[in-house]
């Protein structure tokens, strides 16, 4: 169980890593977002688990923890990338912009 245990905080460590890696690298806010959401989201998970297989008596804990944090991420990324929408950040996709055509038609 230590061996699992160890090998999921490993890949956990490694997936918030290359989450804090992309965003210092993609270029604009909502990119930012998601490359930090989506890979702290796995990491903290196999985190979760790998610490799981190492101290079982903490499911109760880690199961709590876990809860907060998977409530809690989609909705602040979410908040943050309404913010930076609405204060004019540049995105750099080629798409079409649903949220400022919602906005427009409702004026």
Same mark, same amino acid.
């Given at each position: 169980?230590?061996? &699992? $245990?160890? %090998?999921?905080?490993?890949?956990?460590?490694?997936?918030?890593?290359?989450?804090?890696?992309?965003?210092? /690298?993609? @270029? !604009?806010?909502?990119?930012?977002?998601?490359? $930090?959401?989506?890979? &702290? &989201?796995?990491?903290? %998970?196999? %985190?979760? #688990?790998? +610490?799981?297989?190492? *101290? @079982?008596?903490?499911?109760?804990?880690?199961? +709590?923890? $876990?809860?907060? +944090?998977?409530? &809690?991420? @989609?909705?602040?990324?979410?908040?943050?990338? /309404? #913010? #930076?929408? !609405?204060?004019?950040?540049?995105? /750099?996709? !080629?798409?079409? !912009? *649903?949220?400022?055509?919602?906005?427009? #038609?409702?004026?």
């Amino acid at each position: 169980m230590i061996i &699992t $245990g160890s %090998v999921l905080l490993i890949i956990g460590a490694l997936f918030i890593f290359l989450g804090a890696l992309g965003i210092f /690298r993609m @270029p !604009d806010a909502i990119n930012k977002l998601q490359a $930090g959401t989506k890979a &702290t &989201t796995l990491g903290f %998970v196999s %985190v979760i #688990a790998g +610490v799981f297989f190492i *101290e @079982p008596g903490w499911w109760a804990k880690l199961l +709590v923890i $876990g809860f907060f +944090v998977l409530f &809690t991420n @989609p909705i602040g990324s979410h908040n943050l990338a /309404r #913010a #930076a929408h !609405d204060s004019g950040e540049k995105i /750099r996709i !080629d798409g079409i !912009d *649903e949220l400022k055509k919602a906005k427009e #038609a409702s004026k």
